[in-house]
């Protein structure tokens, strides 16, 4: 796998997108050169022929990346990838179309665009399906073998099994034997086996929960030696999902491992970010500061903007800013997490809250310093004390600024359960133990496709 900005991405993928955008630049390339003829010299280096060819290649990885065709653990049948790229270039066409009848001097040359969308549709149709089928050779897959018992065994085989972007394959395991007593047995003779028979494997992964007296080590040390890759599951599992599961999580994880390191100069520069996207935010939205206030003022009666007191870094309190979206009742009883198509919520107030509209005021927050732009959601005091005596490493999350958006908004979505809190809480962590600029502008981008798809609101 490749990491980029602190996330690890199946190097196949990274492939994917490297091979489809030569198919795009190839495609209108040849489409400049047979209807520019001997004109093509020209019309690229004069009339910035290679900049729009650039910006094409660009456009249209954006559109596929929009509709998850870089994703493909998000889809689910393989004729489903044909019928998004079909949507990724019948979009891209109806946009080119609207660009070139607005400004004229976009086109290449007369016709380009239009031959270069025929060839790149029968391009990328037929390169899909050279792909799907490259990816299911045995040459461009690793052998795995999962070293483990109980629930993360099947954990790891389960992902690996549903993760073909992964490029790995389970080729084995040891039956998921629970028996501590005759563990040590039953692993020396599963990896003699492997040694012995010949079969070759790339990667062992160790999965078990307690390795005391467990391993088999000279076994492991002889397949270290003979190049196979042994690897912890926990890592495997955070490479894979992106996430750190607690199960398995100790405090030496914390100590010992790579990253969870606050920099000073690492805060300033962030703080400076983020800063300026609030503030670039707030003057964006200005003009259509009245229309919101109207809509709210037309939804229901009360108030136009919404405090809610939330805890942020050091377990201090401070109040967020909203537009209302609920009616003025809508906490009578108590406070309690907001569900799916909640009736407290106001017409206008739900698709506010679909396109984070309502979130624009806490701008201002991230202004005054009490949040940053990407960072953990901020909780309610009200759960936090029973959410910290139930997920364990809860309070980690209040070590620095809490954030408009975040790792586990673009990933993972609401949380409003005890159960989905603590998934919220793996991503949180894995966020923390990476943080850097680099993973903040990431989870911007990511975070303009969860608005447009209108992912992870309640």
Same mark, same amino acid.
């Given at each position: 796998?490749?990491?980029?900005?602190?996330?690890?991405?199946?190097?196949?993928?990274?492939?994917?997108?490297? =091979?489809?955008?030569?198919?795009?630049?190839?495609?209108?390339?040849?489409?400049?050169?047979?209807?520019?003829?001997?004109?093509?010299?020209?019309? /690229?280096?004069?009339?910035?022929?290679?900049?729009?060819?650039?910006?094409?290649?660009?456009?249209? /990885?954006?559109?596929?990346?929009?509709?998850?065709?870089?994703?493909?653990?998000?889809?689910?049948?393989?004729?489903?990838?044909?019928?998004?790229?079909?949507?990724?270039?019948?979009?891209?066409?109806?946009?080119?179309?609207?660009?070139?009848?607005?400004?004229?001097?976009?086109?290449?040359?007369?016709?380009?665009?239009?031959?270069? !969308?025929?060839?790149?549709?029968?391009?990328?149709?037929?390169?899909?399906?050279?792909?799907?089928?490259?990816?299911?050779?045995?040459?461009?897959?690793?052998?795995?073998?999962?070293?483990?018992?109980?629930?993360?065994?099947?954990?790891?085989?389960?992902?690996?099994?549903?993760?073909?972007?992964?490029?790995?394959?389970?080729?084995? =395991?040891?039956?998921?034997?629970?028996?501590?007593?005759?563990?040590?047995?039953?692993?020396?003779?599963?990896?003699?086996?492997?040694?012995?028979?010949?079969?070759?494997?790339?990667?062992?992964?160790?999965?078990?929960?307690?390795?005391?007296?467990? !391993?088999? %080590?000279?076994?492991?040390?002889?397949?270290?030696?003979?190049?196979?890759?042994?690897?912890?599951?926990?890592?495997?599992?955070?490479?894979?999902?992106?996430?750190?599961?607690?199960?398995?999580?100790?405090?030496?994880?914390?100590?010992?491992?790579?990253?969870?390191?606050?920099?000073?100069?690492?805060?300033?520069?962030?703080?400076?970010?983020?800063?300026?996207?609030?503030?670039?935010?707030?003057?964006?939205?200005?003009?259509?500061?009245?229309?919101?206030?109207?809509?709210?003022? %037309?939804?229901?009666?009360?108030?136009?903007?919404?405090?809610?007191?939330?805890?942020? %870094?050091?377990?201090?309190?401070?109040?967020?800013?909203?537009?209302?979206?609920?009616?003025?009742?809508?906490?009578?009883?108590?406070?309690?997490?907001?569900?799916?198509?909640?009736?407290?919520?106001?017409?206008?107030?739900?698709?506010m809250r679909k396109t984070r509209l309502d979130e624009v005021p806490q701008l201002w927050n991230v202004l005054r310093g009490d949040m940053g732009f990407v960072g953990p959601r901020p909780e309610r005091p009200e759960f936090v004390?029973?959410?910290?005596?139930?997920?364990?490493?809860?309070?980690?999350?209040?070590?620095?600024?809490?954030?408009?958006?975040?790792?586990?908004?673009?990933?993972?979505?609401?949380?409003?359960?005890?159960?989905?809190?603590?998934?919220?809480?793996?991503?949180?962590?894995?966020?923390?133990?990476?943080?850097?600029?680099?993973?903040?502008?990431?989870? %911007?981008?990511?975070?303009?496709k969860t608005i447009i798809r209108r992912q992870g609101a309640q």
């Open positions: 796998m490749i990491r980029l900005f602190n996330v690890y991405y199946p190097t196949r993928t990274i492939v994917l997108l490297l =091979c489809e955008a030569l198919i795009i630049g190839g495609s209108f390339l040849l489409a400049t050169v047979l209807i520019a003829g001997p004109d093509s010299y020209l019309v /690229l280096n004069f009339e910035y022929g290679w900049v729009k060819i650039a910006v094409l290649i660009i456009l249209t /990885l954006l559109i596929s990346y929009y509709f998850d065709l870089y994703e493909p653990q998000r889809i689910s049948e393989s004729w489903e990838i044909y019928f998004r790229l079909l949507l990724v270039l019948g979009f891209l066409s109806f946009l080119l179309s609207g660009v070139i009848y607005l400004f004229p001097a976009f086109d290449i040359a007369h016709s380009v665009l239009l031959l270069g !969308l025929v060839f790149l549709t029968f391009a990328l149709v037929v390169w899909r399906g050279v792909y799907e089928w490259l990816i299911g050779r045995d040459a461009f897959r690793e052998r795995v073998y999962v070293l483990g018992a109980g629930e993360r065994a099947r954990m790891v085989v389960n992902l690996l099994q549903n993760r073909r972007d992964a490029g790995m394959e389970v080729v084995g =395991c040891d039956g998921f034997a629970d028996d501590k007593a005759h563990r040590h047995e039953v692993f020396s003779a599963a990896l003699a086996d492997i040694d012995g028979s010949g079969h070759h494997i790339d990667r062992l992964v160790v999965a078990l929960e307690d390795r005391r007296g467990g !391993l088999p %080590m000279r076994e492991l040390l002889k397949l270290r030696f003979n190049g196979v890759v042994i690897e912890e599951a926990g890592a495997l599992l955070e490479r894979l999902t992106g996430k750190l599961y607690l199960d398995g999580l100790r405090p030496s994880n914390f100590i010992y491992s790579e990253g969870f390191r606050v920099k000073p100069s690492q805060q300033i520069a962030r703080r400076i970010v983020s800063t300026l996207t609030a503030a670039i935010g707030l003057l964006l939205f200005l003009p259509f500061f009245p229309f919101v206030v109207l809509m709210v003022r %037309m939804s229901s009666p009360g108030p136009i903007f919404f405090r809610q007191t939330r805890v942020g %870094m050091g377990g201090r309190n401070f109040s967020v800013y909203k537009f209302r979206t609920m009616r003025t009742d809508a906490e009578a009883a108590g406070a309690k997490w907001a569900t799916k198509n909640d009736p407290r919520v106001t017409r206008v107030g739900m698709f004390p029973w959410l910290s005596e139930q997920i364990p490493y809860f309070d980690l999350r209040h070590m620095i600024r809490p954030g408009l958006t975040g790792w586990a908004q673009v990933r993972y979505g609401y949380g409003a359960t005890l159960a989905q809190s603590r998934e919220k809480l793996e991503f949180d962590l894995y966020y923390i133990k990476h943080m850097t600029l680099g993973l903040d502008l990431l989870i %911007m981008f990511e975070t303009v």
